[in-house]
Nanobody, 130 residues
Framework: QVQLVESGGGLVQAGGSLRLSCAAS????????MGWFRQAPGKEHEFIAA????????YYADSVKGRFTISRDNAKNTVTLQMNSLKPEDTAVYSC???????????????????????WGQGTQVTVSS
């Protein structure tokens, strides 16, 4: 069982930065791949970024590549999403999620699918003003 709690959301002007954190409970955190998703009003749930169990492999949606960076600290049971050059279209509720690692399977194969994730946080609101 893994419980996830996000923090760090807020209001920022376009071009600004925010850093989201996701704190995980449970001793098996390091065995999970972690992902970030977002959902804006009236839009579909969207994959943003993922990181494998060790932190050595990351994967990003094209919409955020080069602007967002995902990282993790297994000693502290946290995963972080650094968001730079924010745009109004980045406005959404951001959620972190934990997926059981599929050893021997490339992260890119499954990390963008919502149904790959077993545990979800409540989400944190990010609002980017123009």
């Amino acid at each position: 069982q893994v419980q996830l709690v996000e923090s760090g959301g807020g209001l920022v002007q376009a071009g600004g930065s925010l850093r989201l954190s996701c704190a995980a409970s449970g001793r098996t955190f390091s065995s999970y791949a972690m992902g970030w998703f977002r959902q804006a009003p009236g839009k579909e749930h969207e994959f943003i970024a993922a990181i494998n169990w060790s932190g050595g492999t990351t994967y990003y949606a094209d919409s955020v590549k080069g602007r967002f960076t995902i990282s993790r600290d297994n000693a502290k049971n946290t995963v972080t999403l650094q968001m730079n050059s924010l745009k109004p279209e980045d406005t959404a509720v951001y959620s972190c999620a934990a997926a059981p690692t599929r050893y021997g399977v490339s992260l890119s194969v499954y990390c963008s699918r919502s149904d790959s994730y077993a545990y979800w946080g409540q989400g944190t609101q990010v609002t980017v003003s123009s």
